[in-house]
Structure formats: C-alpha cells, structure tokens
T-cell receptor, first 114, second 112 residues
Framework: DGGITQSPKYLFRKEGQNVTLSCEQN?????MYWYRQDPGQGLRLIYY???????QKGDIAEGYSVSREKKESFPLTVTSAQKNPTAFYLC?????????????FGPGTRLLVL | QKEVEQNSGPLSVPEGAIASLNCTYS??????FFWYRQYSGKSPELIMF????GDKEDGRFTAQLNKASQYVSLLIRDSQPSDSATYLC????????????FGTGTQLKVEL
C-alpha cells in the first residue's frame, strides 16, 4: 500500500530530552513537510523539504531540527530548546513544491511531556 | 488580521440539509485553496481543492472561490452524521511555492 507512515503514534518526552519523530513515504514524492497542531488550532509549518539534502524553515522552526538524507524519509527532532512541545505532529508529502500540488498527511504522532 | 479565517463553530445542521462552511484569506496573491476534513484525533484528509473562480463540484461537495472577495466556501449537500468533523481551509502562500497556511477549522455537527 502506498502512503505515509509516522511513528510512534504516541511519544513521551522527559525534561531536557531530545526526541525524534519518524516520517516515511513510499509515494515517490519529492516534497515533505512537518506541521504542528495544538488543540483548537490550525496546522503550523515547522520545516519543509523540496528535495533530498535540502530543507527550509517554516513559521515555527525554533527548537526543532530535521534531515532529508533519503527521498522517502524526513525525521523531525524535537530538541530540549522547544519549551512547549506537547502537540499533535503531522507529516505531509506532495509530488513537488509547485503551487497546485496537493499535500497528503500521515496519521500523526502525539507528543506529550512527562 | 489572520491570514486564513474560519468560524470555529460548532455549526449544527440536521441530517439531509446543506452545510455551508466559509473561509476568508488575506493574501491576494494566493492561487490554490484546499479543504481538508479532520475527525477528532485523526489527521486531515483532503476533500477538495480549487484554483479558479467559480464552483467546483465533486459528489456531495461543492467548493466555491471568489478571489475578488478573497473568499472560499465548501457546501456539503445531503449532510450525513458521518460528515461530523472539523473542516480545515488551507491556502497557499503567494511566492511560497506549495507552502500552505491553515485556518483553525470549523467544527460541523450533523444531527439526526
């Protein structure tokens, strides 16, 4: 089945700990995105990547880091510098980065702070 | 002014009625507009997209775009209880390639 997978479904972070969220797609999409959703809020863009080995900051990149070493993978690390990490994290991908291309979402990872 | 604005709702409609969801955006250069449906605790799923002024129909769903008024809407005909969800409006950023700005969503409740 083609699609986007995210793991884990739930993740718990201790104070001062870095955690990494996984996002994998087998759709052969070039572009991938990370969003954060807080309760009652819209999605906010953290980072995006248009091509392997290249990525750009979104609107709320502080406290996060990413890598894009493979086309199918775009992991997100939530660092200890992110003071309010509790949120629903959504990974998306699209064929390319042109204006009219649809973004498709993975199932999400819910991050909670202990 | 928010870049993409939606009434948070909840919007309650009886089963079988037409639900009308509205969205306004501030960037006149925006070119593509998307409606996503999000069930509680789940990720968004694409309902429709629209690029040109006018109406676009897909089954029970109709998207309407008016770029002069910076307004996009989604009509759901013959609303079903399974349509109860939050509907997110997303608009691309002018000059930003495929970067999307999302509204906060409108919660729709279809009542029996």
């Amino acid at each position: 089945d083609g699609g986007i997978t995210q793991s884990p479904k739930y993740l718990f972070r201790k104070e001062g700990q870095n955690v990494t969220l996984s996002c994998e797609q087998n759709l052969n999409h070039d572009a991938m995105y990370w969003y954060r959703q807080d309760p009652g809020q819209g999605l906010r863009l953290i980072y995006y990547s248009q091509i392997v080995n290249d990525f750009q900051k979104g609107d709320i990149a502080e406290g996060y880091s990413v890598s894009r070493e493979k086309k199918e993978s775009f992991p997100l690390t939530v660092t200890s510098a992110q003071k309010n990490p509790t949120a629903f994290y959504l990974c998306a991908s699209s064929t390319g980065d042109r204006v009219q291309e649809t973004q498709y979402f993975g199932p999400g990872t819910r991050l909670l702070v202990l | 002014q928010k870049e993409v604005e939606q009434n948070s709702g909840p919007l309650s409609v009886p089963e079988g009625a037409i639900a009308s969801l509205n969205c306004t955006y501030s960037d006149r250069g925006s070119q593509s507009f998307f409606w996503y449906r999000q069930y509680s605790g789940k990720s968004p799923e694409l309902i429709m997209f629209i690029y040109s002024n006018g109406d676009k129909e897909d089954g029970r769903f109709t998207a309407q775009l008016n770029k002069a008024s910076q307004y996009v809407s989604l009509l759901i005909r013959d609303s079903q209880p399974s349509d109860s969800a939050t509907y997110l409006c997303a608009v691309n950023k002018a000059g930003g390639g495929n970067k999307l700005t999302f509204g906060t969503g409108t919660q729709l409740k279809v009542e029996l």
